[in-house]
């Protein structure tokens, strides 16, 4: 059980995009369409963005998107506004009853 | 209100247990699988334990295998024996989309209790 592997930082301007990688195994995210993506601001409890893969909770803006290719899971976060400022888990299910996350990315936005 | 309030963190020394508690109101408990993560202050989440929602599938971290033991009946337990310093860390109380582990994401958390381990 080895986490899943995200960059530390990703940065971006108002209105601009960006997307976090979350780097897995065949194990994990390469194996299971199962990939979640989390946002937590500073003192906050998490909160889901992304499930499966790709679908929104009902009230998460269309700002955000997920996909995955192979093992590896992205979270793009388009027309980026101050409140997206956050850090950014992944997370996946990892077969045997077990989850992965990874290890998050803060994201800036400048 | 649909919630989860998590009870049970304290400061203890290294070797001994402890016993979390999580209250979910709001929803139908017994519908969903529910899960401990854990995040060492200033640091990473970290999934602890997953239970289904009849509790037939139970998951470990390795980090606490053989040591932690998650339960349910009204509400979730994690019962924690043979603490180390490195069990030191927010404990939250999650709720899955789905009756099974992992199956989705998890879609509503408690605020958290603080465990630290210390002597």
């Known amino acids: 059980q080895s986490a899943l592997t995200q960059p530390p930082s990703a940065s971006g301007s108002p209105g601009q995009s960006v997307t976090i990688s979350c780097t897995g195994t065949?194990?994990?995210?390469?194996?299971?369409?199962?990939v979640s993506w989390y946002q937590q601001h500073p003192g906050k409890a998490p909160k889901l963005m992304i499930f499966?893969?790709?679908k929104r909770p009902s009230g998460v803006p269309d700002r955000f998107s997920g996909s995955k290719s192979g093992n590896m899971a992205s979270l793009t976060v388009s027309g980026l506004r101050a409140e997206d400022e956050a850090v950014y888990y992944c997370?996946?299910?990892?077969?045997?009853?077990?989850?992965?996350f990874g290890g998050g990315t803060k994201l800036t936005v400048l | 209100e649909v919630q989860l309030v998590e009870s049970g963190g304290d400061l203890v020394q290294p070797g001994r247990s402890l016993r979390l508690s999580c209250a979910a109101s709001?929803?139908?408990?017994?519908?969903?699988?529910m899960h401990w993560v854990r995040q060492p202050p200033g640091k990473g989440l970290e999934w602890v334990s997953g239970?289904?929602?009849?509790?037939d599938g139970i998951g470990y971290a390795d980090s606490v295998k053989g040591r932690f033991t998650i339960s349910r009946d009204n509400a979730l337990y994690l019962q924690m024996n043979s603490l180390r310093p490195e069990d030191t860390a927010f404990y939250y109380c999650?709720?899955?989309?789905?009756?099974?582990?992992?199956?989705?994401?998890?879609?509503?958390w408690g605020q958290g209790t603080l465990v630290t381990v210390s002597s």
């Open positions: 999650a709720k899955d989309l789905t009756p099974l582990i992992g199956l989705t994401g998890f879609d509503l």
């Open positions: 709001g929803f139908i408990f017994g519908d969903y699988a």
């Open positions: 239970i289904s929602w009849n509790g």
């Open positions: 065949s194990s994990d995210v390469g194996g299971y369409n199962y």
């Open positions: 499966d893969v790709s």
């Open positions: 997370s996946s299910y990892a077969g045997s009853n077990n989850v992965l």
